[in-house]
């Protein structure tokens, strides 16, 4: 049995529940389709930030504050946002669908 891949799977399957994963319409015009593909960028570049700072520790205090988790959270989130459209997965998306819908 792979129990890896099976925590791997579950932890996908709570990700996917809790963040509102963008819908992508393959014929919306080129604007919207872009602004999708940017949305869908960003929830995958969340994604592997969670990750990779799952254990991170906290470099100028070893005590935690109450808000610390959201806060990063939050900060996260927000730099997801400013950075989609730059790592390339939304490009290879957007391309894909709009030489599908040609």
Known sequence: MNY????????AQIITQNS????????AEDKALRKQTDAFESV?????MDN???????LFSSQNDPGDKIYKSMYRDELSKASAGSFGFSQMLYDYLSKKDS
């Open 52 to 58: 990779a700072m799952k254990d991170e520790k906290s």
């Open 44 to 48: 995958i570049i969340k994604m592997l």
């Open 4 to 11: 890896g891949m099976n925590a791997l799977n579950a932890k």
């Open 20 to 27: 509102d994963i963008p819908k992508i319409n393959a014929k």
